[in-house]
Structure formats: structure tokens, C-alpha cells
């Protein structure tokens, strides 16, 4: 990790509040924990890719130190905070990291402003995020294809894997390993563009695939937070899958495409049009993709992924279907059908 840079700050970003004694107790190696069975990891010894890497964050102190030294091996790390009114800000300029804020509005639209406005040193980016860990492995495969100085590759973004992690564990099956987004890209040929709760690539030019994964820990902050984060997820997507709809079926072409990422996300669209998404989820996740070889951590999964599923299909029943107007129709319905007690007038005191 290079020397503590300035932070640039917005003067209209909120003030941040005063830490308490010992709230980041000093540490005399920067190590983080690793994914189970590895134990505490540092990047003594990693390899400098030419990449700079821009993490985006909200409230992000529970996750934001170890994010930032598993980027050890980088020289030009970039915080994009929404408005933290937590130690977020803080501990990453502690840490090196240089600080920007900008109101959040969508994921898309944030990423966008990080390419416009955040001022990298190097053309090769790589968007992470506050809960997510960079691997030595990975940090070799980005050397070996971009090069010291980043010319060796011509493409202009590369997918990357990720290892989601539960309670300890890599839910290698249950997880959909390997589930492949575009983090890696060079400035100036890739755009972001908003889709359900996250967003999708609008690269100009050849996307290559990274072998290796970086790991998640998307559940870091509690099982509270993620059903919370998922419940307006699922607002976002019910208001996507409408759209979806209304542009009919995938093409089979499309669901049986040698390119795995258009697959997926041609037999995610073509899942909108399906009745009861929430169980084929759970089926789909638990014994096709062989979920239960992921132990406790694996069922635990399916079982919340399947009733995220459910809570979109409720979304979109309740954006399909005026319900606040049929309800009203009902309860008039019943005023007016109700019979009036024996020896009562209309306008009598009760």
C-alpha cells in the first residue's frame, strides 16, 4: 500500500462523526481474514498489477479495512462513498486510500460518475466493492494479461468470478460459481447500464473472462442487512420484469448460447414468464446445481435466495394488478351489502 494520499471530499458531503477511542485498534501488519480454512491473509509479497481500483461504499465500516488491504499490492485505490455517516471515510484514508463523495442514485449511474470523474492513475479500472476481497490469484491473472504497463491486451473489459461466502463456507454450488460481471475494464471503451438492482456492461470491444475469482462475503453485516438490501432489490426487479415482459419471450437462440453469461441472463428473462419462480429457484439452486453438497450453508441459501424470488413474483402481481382499487371496490361492496340490526336507524347513535 502506497503512502497516505489527500482525500477529496465534496463540501456538501457530511460531516464525519468523531471517532471512538480504540474504535480501529493499530495492527502491526496489515493482514485481513482470508476465506475459511485460510486464516489471516496479507498481500506481502503479491505482484503489482497496473490497474487502479475504485471501491464504491455506504456505511461501510464494518467492511471497509479489510477491503481496502486486501488492495495492498495496488498503488492507486479510490473510495466512491455515497454520503457514510459512519467511520467509512475515515478508516479508508487511514488506510491510503484516496476518498470521493457523490450521491448515490443508482448502480449503474454511480459507476459511470467513477469513470467520468474519479481521477485514476492508470487506464485499466477495476470496480469493487466494500464487501468483496481481492485474491493473489487474481491479482497474477490481471498481470499476466494486461502486462507491467497494461498494453499486452487489446480487449476493452474482462468478466470476472466471484466466491460467494456463508457463514464461514464457499457456496461453490448454491452460489451459481462461477457467476461472471464485468469489473476489469479499460477507460474510455466500457459504460454501465441500470438493470433490476444492479447493472450491466455497454463495453466497446472484445470482453475477455478472468479464470480467477475474487471472494464475497455478502453477508458480512448480518442475515438482517441482506434480507433489508434484498427487499428493495426485489422492488427493482419486479419493475424490470415487467419491462421484460412487455418485450415477450427470450429467443431459443439465445437460451442455448455458447457465450455462458448471455445464457444466463437469456434464461433469467425467460424465468419472468414462469409460475412459481420461487420454487424452481430452490430446486434449481439445491439439487441441480447441487446446493446440498454445500451443507447447512447451502440449504440456508436456497431457502432465502427462493423467498427473494417469491417477494419479486409478489412485486409484480402488485404492480400488474390495481390493488389499492380493488380493495376500495370491496370494501364498499361490503358497506353496502351489510344488513342493518334489528329496531337501528340510519344516523341513530350506536
Not at 441441480?288 to 453438497?293: D, T, V
Not at 382499487?325 to 337501528?344: F, M, S, T
Request: hydrophobic share 35%; with cysteine.
Amino acid at each position: 500500500m502506497s503512502e497516505r494520499v489527500g482525500a477529496t471530499i465534496e463540501a456538501d458531503a457530511p460531516a464525519i462523526p468523531a471517532a471512538e477511542p480504540g474504535a480501529v485498534p493499530a495492527r502491526s501488519t496489515r493482514v485481513w481474514q482470508g476465506t475459511a480454512g485460510q486464516g489471516p491473509l496479507s498481500t506481502e509479497g503479491w505482484p503489482h498489477a497496473p490497474v487502479s481500483v475504485v471501491i464504491l461504499t455506504f456505511n461501510e465500516e464494518a467492511n471497509i479495512r479489510d477491503c481496502i488491504l486486501s488492495c495492498g499490492w495496488c498503488d492507486d485505490v479510490h473510495v466512491l462513498d455515497s454520503g457514510s455517516t459512519d467511520r467509512t471515510r475515515e478508516i479508508a484514508e487511514s488506510l491510503g486510500a484516496k476518498v470521493t463523495v457523490h450521491p448515490f442514485r443508482s448502480f449503474g449511474d454511480q459507476r459511470n460518475w467513477a469513470i467520468d470523474h474519479v481521477p485514476c492513475k492508470y487506464p485499466w479500472h477495476f470496480h469493487l466493492d466494500a464487501d468483496e476481497r481481492f485474491t493473489r490469484e487474481l491479482v497474477e491473472e490481471m498481470l499476466r494479461e494486461l502486462g507491467a504497463d497494461g498494453s499486452r491486451s487489446a480487449k476493452a473489459a474482462y468478466l470476472c468470478p466471484s466466491k460467494m461466502m456463508l457463514f464461514g463456507r464457499w457456496l461453490k454450488y448454491s452460489g451459481g460459481y462461477p457467476s461472471y460481471q464485468v469489473r476489469l475494464f479499460r477507460f474510455g471503451q466500457c459504460r454501465f447500464v441500470d438493470f433490476g438492482h444492479g447493472q450491466r456492461e455497454d463495453c466497446h470491444g472484445e470482453i475477455g473472462t478472468l479464470v480467477q475469482p475474487y471472494t464475497h462475503f455478502n453477508f458480512s453485516k448480518g442475515l438482517l442487512e441482506w434480507f433489508y438490501k434484498h427487499n428493495d432489490y426485489s422492488s427493482r426487479e419486479g419493475r424490470e420484469a415487467m419491462m421484460i415482459r412487455g418485450h415477450g419471450k427470450p429467443r431459443m437462440r439465445q437460451l442455448f448460447s455458447g457465450d455462458s453469461t448471455a445464457r444466463r441472463r437469456a434464461w433469467k428473462n425467460f424465468s419472468y414468464f414462469m409460475k412459481g419462480r420461487a420454487a424452481w429457484r430452490f430446486l434449481y439452486n439445491y439439487i441441480l446445481r447441487g446446493g446440498i453438497l454445500d451443507g447447512a450453508a447451502g440449504f440456508h441459501y436456497c431457502a432465502m435466495i427462493s423467498v427473494y424470488e417469491y417477494w419479486t413474483e409478489l412485486k409484480i402481481k402488485e404492480t400488474a394488478i390495481p390493488w389499492t382499487e380493488l380493495n376500495n371496490r370491496l370494501v364498499g361492496k361490503l358497506l353496502a351489502e351489510r344488513p342493518e340490526r334489528p329496531g337501528a336507524s340510519r344516523g341513530s347513535a350506536a
